[in-house]
């Protein structure tokens, strides 16, 4: 009989031990939205915490690539970018304490489905006992959260790429054309000015030029006096039959 009061004794001591002992401190992250999200959409990150705390300061990882840091939702909390985190410090002076914390980010990309979220560095300090809990005393520092993207949305890479080979194809053909128009414009020049350089040539050949050697002349001037001979022989023989 007492070795079973001793046994029963012990068991009561070890669950009273047991519940007095802290488990460590719980966190969960979560979005407001996960469905039909589009490039520019305004998400807020939600930390639920399993007690309230007067006090925290860590570092959230997150995919650069599709989330885009914004601001603070939360009263007396500050956020800012460093070395490609959030740098996050809570500091509740009146100490009313909260049990959640909230940060907005802007949607950059939806190609990816799942988005990887890790605190670093974490301490928290609660409320009324003012516990502190830090490293391995707190669970759930890491989440992966799936989003779907709506079926009609179209990422601002993809049309920022797209419009980037539109304008090189345009600058190409435009290039292009130029280049070839300037082509043509010099083979047209140059086909006018052997035209005009050949319709010079053949001008200066086909002219005939004005004989005014020596001997031309002489020969002009024996042609006139034997035309004014034989005109003077007309006229002799017309007088002379006449008389």
Do not use: H, W
């Amino acid at each position: 009989m007492k070795n079973k009061i001793i046994l029963i004794n012990l068991i009561l001591i070890a669950i009273i031990s047991i519940s007095t002992i802290s488990l460590g401190f719980n966190i969960d992250i979560e979005m407001n939205k996960t469905k039909n999200l589009k490039v520019d959409d305004e998400i807020i990150l939600t930390i639920n915490l399993s007690e309230k705390i007067v006090g925290a300061s860590f570092k959230i990882n997150y995919d650069r690539n599709s989330l885009k840091l914004l601001d603070k939702k939360s009263e007396n909390l500050y956020v800012s970018e460093n070395n490609g985190q959030v740098a996050c410090v809570y500091i509740d002076m009146e100490e009313k304490g909260t049990d959640n914390l909230k940060i907005s980010f802007k949607l950059i990309n939806t190609d990816k489905t799942d988005l990887n979220f890790n605190l670093e560095e974490a301490k928290f300090i609660t409320l009324g006992n003012e516990k502190s809990y830090s490293g391995n005393e707190i669970n759930g520092i890491s989440k992966t959260i799936t989003i779907e993207k709506a079926s009609n949305d179209i990422n601002t890479g993809d049309n920022t790429n797209n419009s980037q080979n539109n304008n090189t194809n345009n600058g190409t053909n435009n290039n292009t054309g130029n280049t070839s128009n300037n082509s043509q414009n010099n083979n047209t020049n140059l086909n006018s000015n052997t035209n005009n350089s050949n319709k010079k040539d053949n001008t200066t050949v086909n002219t005939p030029l004005p004989k005014t050697g020596t001997n031309d002349i002489i020969l002009i001037f024996i042609g006139i006096i034997i035309c004014s001979i034989v005109y003077f022989g007309l006229k002799l023989k017309k007088i002379n039959k006449a008389a």
